[in-house]
């Protein structure tokens, strides 16, 4: 199992967590998805190291900027 955290910027509300936790959904090996608005933090736990570039296009997809935290 790995996990890895990133601070994302833009989310102020649940829907803005929705739209994060969806498209972060879609990546390959992701078993967990921990969204805070409140605290602006991505905390993802897959069965391998998930890309960080794909993590970061998945949150820019859903219309926010994440970096690794």
Known sequence: MSTTTYAVTGMTCGHCERSV???V???SGVTAIEVSADSGRL???ADAPVDDAAVL???DEAGYTAVRA
């Open 43 to 45: 905390v993802i736990t």
């Open 57 to 59: 296009a998945a949150v």
């Open 25 to 27: 959904s879609k990546l």
């Open 21 to 23: 936790r969806s498209e």
